[in-house]
């Protein structure tokens, strides 16, 4: 199947994305693996016709807005993201009325309509640093995600009006999760994503993105890590530290949308051009906008 998916990727001129969440077999045949934007913007600067994303709607809408020009493709047309759903463009520009001067701090876990009502786009990794570059005293509302947003807020002693969003998958693990498997595991580290519940990062000793997360294990001099993101990070995080043991800190952490991609639907994707995501044009310079002034705080990397 991997020679086949190579053949056809070839054929169509095609850059295959994976996210650090998809199946194992997915990461490994991917060009690139890594975090949604990172993701999307890697794929922009290849001379690629086709990008195949496997990940989840959002992602592919992402990588849509990025790249105009490019064919877009997710494997499976029903990969969404439940926590970007809780959010529409309708529902965002009410709450705006409610605040006419806020300014709009979206994740990027969010349909591209929202991105477009939004001033700014962030990523988990990234979020802090995009709420502190804004003026002191401007009220935020953060959508869609309500457990990042009081981790941001937590971090950058910002207030911020939070949408009630939360992702399905993360808030899961529990309290207990964490402390039978530290109780467990004394000697680990415990690394949790910033959309966990609070009482669960309060437990944690790292609070980080996926992309962070593979960063602070390279650099770190343990060797055991309670891991309580989404269990396909695990894939990687073994993959680049095979020297390091890593413990899911719930097996339950698994997203249904994220493993609907398999390999057969990669060759699908690939021999019928399916299924194409588009982004109408008004909205896409939109988004856009909020997409390149995040990018624009950013320190150089
Ligand atoms: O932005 C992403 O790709 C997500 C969904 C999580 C993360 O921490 O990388």
Not at 1 to 30: C, S, T, W
Request: aromatic residues 6%.
């Amino acid at each position: 199947m991997f020679k086949k998916i190579k053949r056809l990727k070839d054929e169509r001129k095609a850059v295959i994305l994976a996210h650090n969440y998809q199946p194992g077999e997915i990461q490994d045949l991917a060009d690139f693996r890594g975090d949604s934007l990172g993701l999307s913007i890697k794929a922009a600067e290849t001379d690629a016709e086709v990008i195949v994303f496997c990940g989840v709607k959002f992602m592919a809408e992402t990588a849509a807005i990025l790249s105009a020009e490019k064919t877009v493709l997710l494997p499976d047309k029903h990969a969404g993201c439940p926590l970007a759903d809780m959010i529409t463009a309708d529902k965002l520009s009410k709450l705006k009325q409610k605040y006419p001067n806020a300014l709009v701090v979206c994740y990027v876990n969010s349909p591209a309509e929202v991105k477009a009502e939004s001033d700014y786009c962030c990523t988990s990794a990234n979020a802090v640093e995009v709420v502190n570059s804004l003026p002191e005293g401007r009220k935020i509302i953060f959508v869609p995600d309500q457990h990042l947003g009081r981790f941001v807020a937590d971090r950058t002693g910002r207030d911020l009006v939070l949408w009630p969003g939360y992702c399905a998958t993360h808030v899961v693990i529990t309290e207990d999760d964490i402390t039978d498997t530290k109780a467990k595991y004394p000697e680990s580290i415990v690394m949790a994503h910033p959309e966990c519940t609070e009482p669960v990062k309060e437990l944690s000793d790292e609070l980080l993105s996926t992309g962070q997360m593979l960063k602070f294990v390279k650099k770190s001099a343990a060797k055991h890590f309670i891991v309580a993101t989404e269990i396909g990070i695990i894939h990687a995080l073994k993959k680049e530290n095979p020297e390091a043991k890593f413990i899911a800190a719930s097996d339950r952490a698994i997203c249904p949308n994220m493993k609907k991609i398999t390999l057969d639907k990669v060759i699908r994707a690939l021999e019928d051009m399916q299924y194409k995501v588009m982004v109408p044009e008004d909205i896409t310079v939109k988004a856009k906008t909020a997409l390149d002034k995040m990018v624009g705080i950013l320190p150089a990397k």
